[in-house]
Nanobody, 126 residues
Framework: QVQLTESGGGLGQAGGSLRLSCTAS????????MGWFRQTPEKEREGVSC???????AYTDPFYGRFTLSRDNAKKTTYLQMNSLKPEDTAIYYC????????????????????WGQGTQVTVSS
């Protein structure tokens, strides 16, 4: 059974930083592309970033230069470092195992995902 467990969400301040983690079990993490997506009540789920099994990354435009995704295969964990936070970053953030990592895959989350985590809430105050 695949499990993806997110942690690190919570309350942040505008201009500040938060780091989200996603720990996987039940899948061959070392050979899995992984991604982060987010969703608000007003918007559909959107792609944030992804990372290939070899560490190559992709980001959608709003997050390029502010967010950094990395992975530790020994810990079966990905880390999403979020800097320069904005109130509009407030959302539920979901970790996912995905088909492959590329920007066009991030733009079509429901065709890209293989497994979702349960999500972690991030709230950014102004």
């Amino acid at each position: 059974q695949v499990q993806l467990t997110e942690s690190g969400g919570g309350l942040g301040q505008a201009g500040g930083s938060l780091r989200l983690s996603c720990t996987a079990s039940g899948l061959p993490f070392e050979s899995s592309a992984m991604g982060w997506f987010r969703q608000t009540p007003e918007k559909e789920r959107e792609g944030v970033s992804c990372i290939s099994p070899y560490g190559g990354t992709a980001y959608t435009d709003p997050f390029y230069g502010r967010f950094t995704l990395s992975r530790d295969n020994a810990k079966k964990t990905t880390y999403l470092q979020m800097n320069s936070l904005k109130p509009e970053d407030t959302a539920i953030y979901y970790c996912a195992a995905i088909v492959a990592c590329a920007e066009h895959f991030l733009k079509d989350p429901w065709r890209t995902f293989r497994h979702w985590g349960q999500g972690t809430q991030v709230t950014v105050s102004s």
